[in-house]
């Protein structure tokens, strides 16, 4: 039983550091452009497929260039769609971006098909690691590393340099950051674009994992607003802490009550917001009040 716990428990923290990386991107699009995507799973799912038409032209390597293509592609739905709904009401983004999803996953069953793709693990990454009672295989703890690395990275992006402190001044008080002759247009259009390609990372890396298939977008989706809505809207800390914790929780579920894995993320998200309306380390911001 302990041999069990344990691997769950290291597949949690890989599940949920998928999550972190899908939410992560949806929380900095939402913090400083105001707009609900309910896109975002879809970009996920975009990145996988993109990665794997990459690995079936060029193998591997050239998996690398899925998120950067996204991204660019996210640069311009944002440049012809989304910037449109800056200052209108929630629920607008909400229905435009809903709509936005329904295209995309339609577009991805007209280019590759309906059908799951298989996408294996490089061959370098086969096999299993078994460290005392921890059995997870070698591809799952580079995905630990990747997700760890990525996120660490974007800590120090957005923390240390001058480009950072742009985002976060701007989600807080974008006209005081035009004021100061800044290009805010460009700058929304770049944190889309980094929200887009945040996701098209988790849908690499997690292709392996998980089917690829037009479904990895509803399966995406909902877990990364269930994260946002328990760290807290725009924590960076928040993301990562509930994205563990979703991750953890609905792994020991399906080891011990498979059906149950859906509901028990949103009894935990119903835990927290009756003691943390704002989330775990949610903070008020006048902005959306």
């Not at 032209?57 to 311009?76: N, R, S």
């Not at 996953?105 to 690691?129: M, S, T």
């Not at 700058?187 to 392996?208: E, R, Y």
């Amino acid at each position: 039983m302990l041999d069990i716990l344990v691997s769950q428990i290291a597949n949690g923290f890989v599940l949920g550091f998928i999550y972190v990386l899908i939410a992560v991107g949806l929380s900095i699009t939402f913090g400083l452009l105001g707009v609900i995507n309910f896109a975002h799973g879809a970009f996920f799912a975009l990145g996988a497929y993109v990665g794997w038409q990459l690995f079936q032209l060029f193998g591997w390597p050239a998996v690398i260039l899925a998120p950067p293509i996204v991204g660019l592609i996210g640069m311009a739905v944002e440049v012809t769609l989304i910037r449109r709904l800056y200052g209108k009401e929630p629920l607008l983004s909400l229905i435009v971006t809903f709509a936005l999803a329904l295209l995309i996953e339609a577009a991805i069953r007209y280019v590759w098909g309906a059908d799951g793709k298989p996408f294996n693990p490089p061959p370098f990454l086969a096999g299993i690691v078994e460290i005392g009672p921890l059995l997870i295989t070698k591809y799952r703890v580079a995905v630990l590393g990747a997700t760890t690395a990525t996120l660490l990275g974007l800590w120090a992006f957005l923390a240390w340099t001058p480009y950072g402190r742009i985002l976060r001044a701007g989600s807080r008080d974008p006209e005081m950051v035009e004021l100061l002759g800044i290009n805010l247009p460009r700058v929304l259009t770049a944190v889309f674009g980094l929200g887009c390609a945040l996701a098209a990372i988790a849908g690499v890396l997690a292709a392996p994992l998980w089917t690829v298939s037009p479904s990895m977008a509803a399966n995406a989706v909902m877990p990364a607003f269930v994260v946002v809505a328990i760290g807290g809207l725009g924590s960076f800390r928040g993301a990562v802490v509930a994205g563990l914790a979703v991750g953890v929780v609905m792994s020991l579920t399906i080891q011990f009550k498979a059906e149950a894995a859906a509901a028990s993320m949103y009894a935990l998200m119903f835990a927290i917001m009756l003691l943390r309306p704002r989330g775990l380390f949610g903070e008020r911001w006048e902005r959306f009040e």
